[in-house]
């Protein structure tokens, strides 16, 4: 794919296309993205652990794009936030809870990037 794995750290990687990312995230990722209630057991297998990432073109579509998902029969799990990576995101499910992310590479001005914890 164009551009490799362009998202990377200890607790995640991903493959990225044109408009849409495909990613994989360690056990330390679930809390991070507001999801820890679906973070496996110590030892166990984990049912998914790879979620789509939409990649709208700015961070005001990020916003824009976010807020139907109630209305249209999803949640949200995560209102936009900056990502340690300086990306724009937020953290969705859609009807039979399948999560997915809505990501821009960029952040609003004056929001600065979030640090992962130590």
């Keep these: 794919m164009p551009g490799g794995v362009v998202h990377r ?8 296309a044109t408009s849409f990312e495909l990613g994989f995230h360690a056990a330390p990722a679930y809390a991070l993205l507001g999801v820890a209630d679906r973070a496996p057991a110590p030892l166990q297998t984990s049912p998914v652990t790879s979620y789509a990432t ?5 961070c005001a579509e990020v916003d824009a794009l976010s807020r139907p998902a109630a209305a249209l029969g ?3 799990i995560k209102s936009p936030y900056p990502t340690c990576y300086g990306l724009w995101q937020a953290v969705l499910a859609d009807p039979e809870n399948n999560m997915f992310r809505l990501s ?3 952040l609003p001005e004056g929001v600065a990037a979030s640090k992962l914890p130590a």
Excluded at 54 to 58: D, L, N, Q, R
């Design 9 to 16: 750290s200890p607790i995640y990687r991903c493959t990225q």
């Design 104 to 106: 821009f590479k960029g």
């Design 74 to 76: 999803g949640r949200i």
């Design 54 to 58: 939409f990649t709208p073109g700015s």
